[in-house]
């Protein structure tokens, strides 16, 4: 069984997030997968590993990302980052993106649909424990999405957060609101003469998190150390949001995977 400290229930749960960068240096999960194998025998405890920008595709077989002990479910990028129809027929898929979730064998788990069929780069799933089902997601909000992405990934969001669900929820991932402050929950000067498409498809997702009630662990640790042209950007990109906040008892900050300027974060 799943072991958490979920609502009444006083045991834990392990989760291991990473996000590996857009960059031709790290080649997203695939160069990754030793050092994420070493990592699971370092952290023996660890259910549930959510990993996004995974930059898998077809060419990839799962036989290949397979880990001792683990069982997994991806959801590779199948859309172009720029089409602005979702129902036109794609033949071009852009490259970067996508998402993995490995689960210990011992656990029963199945995708939770319909968000793993809609959401963008994205994949959740419905776990068995104690308390009876978990939701947890992994979510990879690009950057670079329009706004019909923007909206579909926002729509999945409150589906698997409404209060009438069977479940209590936890969001873990990469969901880039570099201008949103997590300490007041609001948009960083915010003007309301605004009309900055990127300011205010952040303060959507925000304004989304508070009418859904979600708490969140982190509010000023930095989750992402990049350099710009010789200048240090410091951002807190990664966050773990959830419905309940019996959910989750800490969120340690770890080392990146490989080159990764994402660290990793350890919920319990």
């Known amino acids: 069984p799943l072991r958490g400290r979920f609502l009444a229930h006083s045991t834990y749960s392990n989760y ?3 996000s590996s960068p857009e960059s031709i240096k790290t080649g997203g999960l695939f160069n990754k997968l030793d050092e994420l194998k070493h990592c ?13 920008e995974t930059h898998l595709n077809k060419d990839i077989v799962d036989s290949e990302l397979s880990i001792d002990g683990y069982r997994f479910f ?11 129809d979702l129902t036109e027929n794609i033949s071009e898929v852009s490259g970067g993106g996508g998402s993995i979730i490995y689960f210990k064998d011992t656990l029963s788990a199945d995708l939770a649909q319909p968000f793993c069929n809609k959401a963008p780069d994205s ?3 419905e776990v068995e424990c104690s308390i009876g089902k978990l939701c947890i997601a992994c979510v990879y909000r690009s950057p670079n999405l329009n706004s019909l992405l923007n909206n579909l990934l926002l729509s999945c969001i409150k589906d698997i957060c409404k209060e009438s669900n069977p479940y209590e929820t936890v969001l873990i991932g990469d969901f880039n609101l ?6 007041t929950g609001s948009l960083k000067n915010y003007s309301n003469s605004t009309n900055d498409k990127n300011l205010l498809q952040q303060l959507e997702f925000m304004d989304a ?4 009630g979600l708490n969140w662990s982190l509010v000023n640790e930095i989750t992402r150390h990049r ?9 807190l990109l990664d966050q773990v949001l959830f419905t309940n906040d019996a959910l989750v008892s800490s969120v340690k900050l770890l080392s990146p995977l490989g080159k990764s300027d994402h660290v990793s974060l350890k919920v319990e």
């Open 16 to 18: 291991l997030y990473n």
């Open 40 to 52: 699971t025998s370092i952290y023996k405890n660890i259910d549930i590993i959510c990993i996004t």
């Open 74 to 84: 991806r959801k590779d990028r199948n859309f172009d980052i720029h089409n602005i």
């Open 123 to 125: 994949l959740a799933i």
């Open 178 to 183: 570099p201008d949103i402050s997590w300490e």
């Open 209 to 212: 998190f508070n009418e859904l």
């Open 227 to 235: 350099m710009v042209q010789g200048v240090l950007q410091q951002s």
